[in-house]
């Protein structure tokens, strides 16, 4: 891993094969980092980097990465780490793909920097239906973990930063109107889980213009099937 400093920022990231590149944002929650890909059904680190150039980071506070914790984090805070690390390695335009917390990671992207990707693929994209306790206990696990490590913060700090993150629903980062505006190709492999529901999934792909859903993608029988949908829509939407 290599690592870029923006102010008292210190991003770890790493950049594998070589091609037109592919952003790729891990799973794991707020634990979000690179290394995790490697624990998930289709791992981009294995399958994309004959052909393109899979770049991946740390989130702030998350693998080797670190920063500050204030009240103002929240979904832009990261998106801005992430187009600073594009920025950073030159990188004008590329693919987008993120799993988990990745789908809304990646949404976030796509509503402020549109121009900067050809095409995005989710898969199982995290997001809220019903109950958010799901998603805001995952946090405070998380948080009970870093906050010996940041005096900087304090109970206040931390509450602004959990409400930012996960007070709203749907794909939280992103709003129904900013789906419905992305006119980014997506594809989008279904969650089927309360920490992916299904309804997410099915409701970007219904909001988004231009939009599609696998359903069956994550088990052994179906990743042949997926590897093949995931490099021939990103080999579409590859500039020549």
């Known amino acids: 891993m290599a690592v870029f400093e923006r102010g008292d920022v210190r991003i770890d990231y790493g950049v594998e094969g070589d091609g037109f590149p592919v952003f790729a944002i891990a799973p794991g929650g707020m ?97 809220i239906d019903g109950d958010p306790s799901v998603m805001r206990d995952l946090f405070d696990g998380w948080a009970a973990a870093l906050a010996g490590s940041h005096p900087e913060a304090d109970a206040t700090v931390w509450a602004s930063f959990k409400a930012n993150m996960w007070d709203g629903d749907f794909l939280v980062s992103s709003t129904r109107e900013d789906v419905a505006a992305c006119r980014t190709p997506l594809l989008v492999l279904m969650g089927n889980d309360q920490w992916h529901p299904q309804s997410v999934s099915r409701e970007i792909v219904a909001l988004a213009p231009d939009a599609v859903l696998v359903e069956r993608w994550r088990d052994a029988e179906s990743l042949p099937a997926t590897d093949a949908t995931i490099n021939a829509f990103l080999a579409e939407h590859t500039p020549a």
Do not use: K
């Not at 670190?66 to 335009?93: C, F, K, T």
């Not at 990671?105 to 509503?111: K, Q, S, V």
């Open 31 to 127: 634990s979000s980092a690179n290394a995790l890909w490697n624990n998930a059904p289709w791992n981009p680190r294995v399958r994309l980097t004959d052909r393109y150039s899979v770049i991946g980071m740390d989130q702030r506070n998350a693998g080797a990465s670190v920063a500050p914790i204030s009240a103002a984090d929240g979904w832009a805070r990261y998106a801005e780490d992430q187009l600073a690390l594009l920025d950073h390695l030159g990188i004008d335009r590329c693919h987008l793909l993120g799993m988990c917390i990745g789908g809304p990671y990646a949404m976030a992207l796509l509503t402020a920097a549109p121009e900067r990707f050809t095409c995005a693929v989710m898969l199982q994209p995290a997001g």
